[in-house]
């Protein structure tokens, strides 16, 4: 309930209430190849934004989503994949046929990470608890994301032959604008300890 942007996620497909970081039983969700709905909207509009989440990934399956918000295949689309085929978390903003990414690290299995994915007035970034652990410049390409969004899931790929999420999350928030590097890092020293 009320997890993204106070709109309730629904239909879940293996994907049950698990113990989150601290041990608190039913505080995270967690998801064994499957995956949940969002309703359809605007999550993640204009020129900037954050979404940060902890995750706890328990494979590397190739291109499994933490999120896909899009309007059908490439077009007007926002994923964050938690293994792309090097195993790196990958940020992708296809928008009015320019697309743009920028790739993590390898993320651990079986460990709890606070990630953090940012647009900033054109550049991408994906933070790592709570460190900047890469950027790339968009140049001066508009990738505004100030649209409706039909399809949005958690833990799915709007393309069907990508897999349906293996990992466990929570505190998943969204945010309309982009986060300072000292506010995405206290956002990880607050749910860290």
């Not at 990738?143 to 790929?157: A, M, N, Q």
Request: hydrophobic share 35%.
């Amino acid at each position: 309930m009320d997890v993204v942007g106070a709109k309730d996620l629904y239909e879940p497909i293996n994907c049950l209430f698990s113990n989150d970081r601290f041990g608190t039983n039913a505080s995270a969700l967690s998801f064994n190849n499957g995956f949940m709905k969002a309703p359809s909207g605007d999550y993640l509009g204009g020129n900037e934004f954050t979404v940060l989440a902890w995750v706890k990934l328990r494979e590397h399956l190739t291109w499994q989503r933490l999120l896909d918000f899009s309007n059908g295949g490439f077009k007007n689309n926002i994923y964050v994949s938690l293994s792309n085929p090097e195993k790196k978390v990958k940020f992708k903003i296809a928008n009015n046929n320019v697309e743009f990414d920028v790739k993590s690290s390898v993320l651990t299995l079986n460990l709890w990470y606070h990630l953090g994915i940012t647009l900033n007035q054109g550049l991408m970034s994906i933070y790592v608890d709570g460190n900047l652990k890469n950027s790339k410049p968009t140049g001066n390409l508009s990738l505004s994301t100030d649209d409706y969004k039909v399809y949005c899931f958690i833990g799915k790929s709007v393309f069907r032959n990508n897999p349906n999420g293996n990992f466990e999350c929570d505190d998943i928030k969204f945010f309309n604008k982009a986060l300072t590097d000292l506010e995405i890092f206290s956002e990880f020293r607050i749910g860290y300890f």
